[in-house]
């Protein structure tokens, strides 16, 4: 069976540049621990919807049409993916309004500002120089791209979504609950989604994707609803779940509070 629009789908990729090979980003932990890229996060196939926007534009359109288990090289032009190098995206910031903030700039250094993000260039006297253009904008890449599922169950293509927004890793899928009703999806999170530190504007947009990712492109569903359920439990089953929720927070937490009384 061959990938269509809108099919929800799991893939495995590798990214690179054109021009020396460099790996910028992939989904197997094996090629990123050789590249060197020490980014935290969870390695392996990840759900995307074809035309969902999960993906560059060029990769999408190249994904349609591959089979369960094949295997491709995509180039990408830069058009098709991070577009060219636009020379009004390059500032010149006074050094003095890195001073108002306290901040002390360094070549290399990430930063936001209005929403845009960028990277400082050069450091000349008291001017800054800024690029807000996208780290690959201008440049030609290379994707080696494998479709490891084609997902056809309406359960499980939800419990993707969720997996590809919700911002908690550890969630356990088979611990979530999915009703289907006259059009109406109502999702029952597993428990730890309950006590999760994340701020609460990143779980309202994260909710928000799920929804509409599945309402786009489920037929059958029209509306999304997270439902919070707190029901009474014996009380030896009631310390288990709070042990375990406990254990949770805690390997999250703990790190954290030791870096801060290491640096203290």
């Known amino acids: 069976m061959a990938v269509n629009e809108k099919d929800f789908v799991k893939i495995e990729y590798t990214g690179r ?3 020396n090979g460099e790996v910028f980003d992939t989904t197997i932990a094996e090629v990123a621990e050789e590249a060197g890229i020490k980014v935290e996060k969870e390695y392996g196939p990840i759900p995307i919807i074809i035309g969902g926007g999960h993906l560059l534009k060029g990769l999408d359109s190249e994904i349609i049409g591959m089979e369960e288990g094949e295997k491709k090289t995509v180039v990408l032009a830069p058009e098709d993916a991070f577009g060219e190098r636009d020379p009004k995206l390059m500032q010149i910031i006074p050094m003095k309004e890195f001073k108002k903030q306290g901040v002390n700039p360094y070549v290399g250094m990430p930063l936001t500002v209005e929403g845009h993000n960028g990277r400082i260039l050069n450091i000349t006297g008291g001017r800054v120089r800024v690029d807000f253009n996208h780290e690959l904008a201008g440049k030609t890449l290379e994707y080696e791209l494998e479709v490891k599922e084609i997902i056809t169950d309406d ?4 419990k993707s979504m969720i997996k590809l927004h919700y911002p908690n890793p550890k969630l356990d899928m088979d611990k979530t609950e999915l009703t289907i ?3 109406v999806l109502t999702i029952v999170m597993d428990e ?6 994340t701020s ?19 037929e059958s569903i ?7 359920v707190f029901e009474k439990k014996e009380e030896e089953a009631a310390e288990e779940v709070a042990e375990e929720v406990a254990e949770e927070v805690a390997e999250e937490v703990l790190p954290e509070s030791v870096e801060e009384n290491k640096e203290e």
């Open 155 to 158: 359960e499980e293509k939800i």
């Open 181 to 183: 009703k006259d059009g």
């Open 17 to 19: 540049t054109k021009e």
């Open 200 to 218: 609460y504007m990143d779980i309202t947009f994260a909710r928000f994707r799920i929804a509409r990712d599945v309402w786009e492109n489920i």
């Open 192 to 197: 730890l989604a309950r006590f999760d530190q």
């Open 222 to 228: 029209d509306k999304v609803e997270f439902a919070d």
